[in-house]
């Protein structure tokens, strides 16, 4: 049951002090809310909503802390400040008995929120301190029997299904399974998990298990070790009852009635044909060649994966998809993709106050965007502060900035002549061919790429913060094709890959490509394939890597979660020398 009050904390500065400068900064509202009547989830996010956006170099483990009642122990887990909202998202546990996570079952929580005269309290981005401090008490729920619900469930409907990760494993190595949404440790099981050899009398080794990674962003990765060491050859992974592994909402996580669909092949180390590992943890071969015919380029920022990057203040895309022409009135344009035509004109609000255009998908700039507003003050870049906090700061200042933002790529073909300041930002790439124009020395640009157009441009010092929700309107695809690989050649033939990825709110598929492919024909005629053993050519191969992310089902907002590609191994016979 959930115990959730606010008072006064008894912290020096609890007592009610008046501010007499600006309106003070105060703590709105809270949840879970007072008076639930449910316990804490084990996941639950923690959100405290502020009068103000808050600072984000303010929001430390003595301004916001959160730990045991009865024994001070801080939870585990991490901030996220979001404009005019804190959020505390615990850490997701691996041990069967849930003590690892950042909460625990049954036990009370207290949440400190420090304000006036705390030197170290929370702050507004006007640099207001927070009114007083709060004190609040949360008690998470508790582990019974019947066994009830322990973790919120992101996707309560249906569990998604363990995949294959790690196909060929080296004699005395592990199985890796993985999963596109986190797991409940409470459920893993060893023995229901078996495999089979095929070979007539051999009995099926059991397998135990073990979570080596669970989260709501990676999802799962399940260990699965062999009782005894394997054989080298192909092995079948089945269940022999019931397996008790679920998901967060309860729901079955293995199928077993299509065994035979997972198969693993166990070699002796000095029997392994050559492979590549692409973990994409470097950029080197990360290129900046747009695919054609979709929103934009996917992100391979060096961080292990490729995945599809959406500013959450590319925007609701509620204006859906516009072509620019003629004057445009409005100080906030919210598309779903935007487009200004080669031969179009389109004149922004004269008038001295923010504007912004908003794209979710790409935005193309191919011909003449012009703003006559006059110049305007700065507005500095708070380093480490999100987009989203910043553009609150402007809206608030309302002086005559321009921004762009595109979810996908942002091409600039055109030109673009405004008198004011010009932030350019872009979730994909900057693809900036033609000519802009800003107020000087203020024309700034957020996000990777640029162009001969972007010569003088400082970038800003921001951070492209995601969405908390799935805010599309419509699906989004991005893509990108890699530098060679293996950049060393001596491929005699190709025989496959295995691909680790997370489709999570989306879809995410790799395909393979020859080196030398037309740059000027469509996709169609690049001589793309879904297995490396098609390709004629034995040089070295290109990944074809697509992402795409649907829409939140019936329009409600689900958890910002898009796909991901974590791993790729080629395998290869190795030319004779």
């Known amino acids: 049951m959930l115990f959730l009050c606010c008072v006064a904390c008894g912290l020096p500065g609890c007592e009610q002090a008046e501010i007499e400068a600006a309106p003070v900064l105060r703590l709105e509202q809270v949840r879970p809310r007072r008076g639930q009547r449910v316990g804490v989830f084990l996941n639950e996010a923690l959100v405290f909503h502020f009068s103000a956006p808050i600072d984000p170099v303010s929001v430390t483990w003595e301004s916001l802390a959160v730990r045991t009642l009865k024994s001070g122990i801080s939870a585990q887990g991490r901030f996220e400040v979001q404009g005019h909202q804190i959020r505390f998202l615990p850490d997701l546990g691996r041990k069967r ?61 249906l569990g998604e299904p363990l995949l294959g990760s790690l196909r060929r494993v080296e004699r005395g190595g592990s199985l890796i399974l993985r999963c596109a949404e986190p797991l409940d440790p409470s459920t893993l099981a060893d023995g229901e998990f078996i495999l089979h050899s095929g070979t007539p009398g051999q009995e099926p080794i059991p397998l135990d298990l073990a979570l080596l990674e669970n989260s709501h962003e990676a999802g799962a990765r399940l260990e699965l070790k062999p009782r005894r060491r394997l054989a080298a050859g192909r092995f079948v992974l089945a269940s022999n009852l019931d397996v008790s592994l679920r998901d967060f909402g309860g729901n079955r996580v293995w199928y077993a009635s299509s ?67 003629g004057a445009e009135g409005r100080r906030d344009v919210q598309a779903t993709r935007l487009d200004l035509g080669p031969d179009a004109v389109c004149e922004l609000l004269s008038v001295p106050s923010l504007v912004v255009l908003r794209a979710q998908g790409r935005m193309t700039i191919a011909g003449n965007l012009r703003r006559r ?130 489709m999570r709110g989306g879809h995410a598929r790799v395909r393979y490509m020859p080196e030398d492919f037309p740059l000027d024909a469509p996709v169609e005629e690049w001589g793309v394939v879904d297995d490396p053993s098609e390709l004629l050519s034995a040089d070295a191969l290109r990944l074809f890597i697509e992402l795409t992310m649907e829409p939140a089902r019936d329009g409600v907002g689900g958890r910002w979660s898009p796909p991901l590609v974590d791993e790729v191994r080629l395998f290869w016979e190795a030319r004779e020398r």
């Not at 669909?261 to 000095?270: Q, T």
């Not at 071969?285 to 959450?312: E, K």
């Open 373 to 502: 507003s006059g110049e305007a003050p700065a507005i500095r870049f708070r380093r480490g502060e999100d987009l989203s906090a910043w553009l609150e700061r402007a809206r608030q200042k309302n002086h005559a900035w321009t921004v762009l933002i595109a979810g996908g790529d942002l091409v600039i073909d055109g030109h673009i002549d405004v008198e004011g300041p010009l932030l350019l930002v872009a979730g994909g790439r900057l693809r900036v061919a033609g000519e802009v124009r800003s107020q000087e020395h203020q024309l700034y640009r957020l996000g990777e790429g640029g162009g001969p157009g972007l010569r003088g441009a400082s970038p800003a010092a921001l951070v492209l913060d995601d969405p908390f929700e799935n805010p599309l309107q419509e699906p989004m695809t991005v893509a990108l094709v890699s530098g060679p690989m293996p950049p060393e050649g001596g491929v005699e033939r190709w025989i496959g890959a295995e691909v680790e990825l997370l």
């Open 259 to 325: 065994p035979g669909a997972m198969s693993f092949e166990v070699f002796e180390r000095g029997e392994a044909r050559p492979e590549y590992h692409q973990s994409f943890t470097k950029t080197d071969l990360s290129l900046p060649f747009a695919v054609p015919g979709v929103d934009g380029t996917a992100t391979w920022a060096g961080d292990g994966r490729v995945t599809l990057r959406l500013p959450r203040a590319a925007g609701s895309g509620a204006d859906g998809a516009l072509d620019l022409v």
């Open 97 to 157: 008995d849930l003590t690892d996570g950042g909460l625990v079952p049954g036990q009370r929580y207290e949440i400190l929120l420090r304000g006036f005269p705390s030197p170290d309290g929370l702050r507004a981005v006007d640099g207001r301190m927070l009114a007083r401090s709060h004190r609040i008490v949360i008690e998470t729920v508790a582990l019974s029997e019947p066994r009830g619900q322990l973790f919120d469930d992101h996707s309560p409907l």
